[in-house]
C-alpha cells in the first residue's frame, strides 16, 4: 500500500469501555504499574497490527471502574468497527471490555470534544458488610439523614471553583467546574449519589461524597456548603470517599461528534 493510499485509508474510531478497575492502577498509563489504557492499547495493537495512540475520556484513578468510557484511536486497518468489538475483546482480559466501536469524523477526540461526564458512587449503608458487591461499593454503617445530604447537595450544583474539593489543587490552574446535576438516592440498603459537571477535578467527586456522608451524619451543616466552596480549603471538607465504590457511568457528546 502507497503513502497516499494508507492516508486515505485513516479512521478515527470511538470505543465505549467497561471494566473492573480493582486491579488496576487507573487509566492512564504509567511506568511501573498496569493500566487500563496500557492493557486496551495492547490489544487493539495486536488486531490492527500497529501502533495506536489511545485517547481516554476520563482519567479514572486507581480501583475506579467505569460502565460508559470512551476512548478513540486512528488506525489505518480496514476492520469493520463491529468486527473490531469482538477482536478486541479476544485479547483483552475479562475485567476490561469493549461495549461498542464506531467510525467517527478526524476531528472527534474522547476528552476534549466530551460536554460532560456522568459518575455514580455507590455507599453500601450497614455494619455488615457485603461480599458480593464488595469491590463495588463503600460500605458505611453510620444512619444518615438522606434530607440534609439532599439539602447540601443542592448548594453544590451550579459554577462554583471547586479547590475544597480537590487533593490536587496545585495541578489546576482553573478549578471552576459547573455541576450541572448532583442526585442522592436510596434503595434498599444502598444509597447512589449521581454527579453530572462538565469537567471534573483530582478527586472531586469522592471528596463531594465524604463531604455529604459526614453532613448526613451531623458532623457538618447542609448550611456550610457556600461557605466551605469559598474558603477554597481542601482542609475544611469531608474525608475522600474510597475508590472503590465509584464509577464512570456515562461521558456526553454534542450531536455532531
Not at 486512528?74 to 479476544?90: E, Y
Not at 483530582?202 to 455529604?212: D, E
Request: proline fraction near 2%; aromatic fraction near 10%.
Amino acid at each position: 500500500m502507497t503513502t497516499l493510499e494508507q492516508w486515505n485509508n485513516v479512521r478515527n474510531i470511538r470505543l465505549l469501555i467497561e471494566y473492573d478497575g480493582t486491579n488496576y492502577a487507573g487509566w492512564q498509563w504509567q511506568t511501573n504499574d498496569k493500566t487500563v489504557q496500557e492493557t486496551l492499547a495492547g490489544a487493539i495493537e495486536r488486531v490492527v497490527q500497529e501502533k495506536i495512540k489511545l485517547y481516554g475520556a476520563s482519567r479514572t484513578d486507581a480501583g475506579v471502574h467505569a460502565i460508559g468510557q470512551a476512548a478513540n484511536f486512528i488506525t489505518n486497518s480496514t476492520i469493520p468497527a463491529k468486527r473490531l468489538v469482538h477482536a478486541i475483546n479476544f485479547y483483552l482480559p475479562h475485567d476490561v471490555t469493549i461495549k461498542d466501536a464506531a467510525d467517527v469524523p478526524e476531528s472527534f477526540h474522547a476528552q476534549y470534544c466530551a460536554v460532560s461526564k456522568v459518575y455514580r458512587y455507590t455507599l453500601f449503608n450497614d455494619w455488615t458488610r457485603t461480599s458480593l458487591n464488595r469491590n463495588f461499593c463503600y460500605v458505611c454503617g453510620f444512619q444518615l439523614n438522606m434530607d440534609k445530604m439532599l439539602g447540601a447537595a443542592q448548594r453544590l450544583t451550579g459554577t462554583h471553583d471547586f479547590t475544597s474539593f480537590t487533593t490536587h489543587a496545585s495541578q489546576e490552574k482553573n478549578r471552576v467546574r459547573t455541576v450541572k446535576r448532583l442526585e442522592i438516592k436510596k434503595e434498599g440498603k444502598y444509597i447512589f449519589f449521581t454527579i453530572e459537571a462538565n469537567g471534573f477535578l483530582y478527586n472531586m467527586v469522592r471528596s463531594i461524597v465524604g463531604t455529604l456522608i459526614d453532613v448526613g451524619r451531623g458532623k457538618m451543616a447542609g448550611e456550610d456548603m457556600k461557605d466551605l466552596l469559598e474558603a477554597k480549603d481542601r482542609n475544611l471538607a469531608g474525608p475522600t470517599a474510597p475508590s472503590r465504590g465509584l464509577c464512570l457511568m456515562e461521558v456526553k457528546y454534542n450531536e455532531c461528534s
